[in-house]
């Protein structure tokens, strides 16, 4: 049989700003089921900030380029670069 792990809330310090935080008994359970091993290291508002900064605050919109179906010849934009190696299909054609 599987053993049961409680969990209690434990009081961490942030690394970048120095603040105390909670990482509760919810939270410890959620890391564990993802096989997390190290408890977090940033407050959840550095965290968010740090996360902000590095996505450039937005998600980049994906690069589309026109290409022509070879299946029912209409225009289209695919998410790569066709080389004319390979067929391209229209989002219609490409689901049939």
Known sequence: MGE?????DKTLTCK?????????AGEQAFYAEKGFENEPARCPQCRAARKQR?????RREREMY????AQCGAETEVPFRP?????????DCFRR
């Not at 049961?4 to 209690?8: A, G, K, P």
């Open 16 to 24: 970048d700003c120095g603040e105390d935080f909670v990482f509760s």
């Open 66 to 69: 026109p290409a022509v179906c």
């Open 83 to 91: 080389s004319g190696d390979r067929p391209v299909y229209c989002r």
């Open 4 to 8: 049961i792990l409680v969990y209690s």
């Open 54 to 58: 590095n996505s450039g605050g937005f």
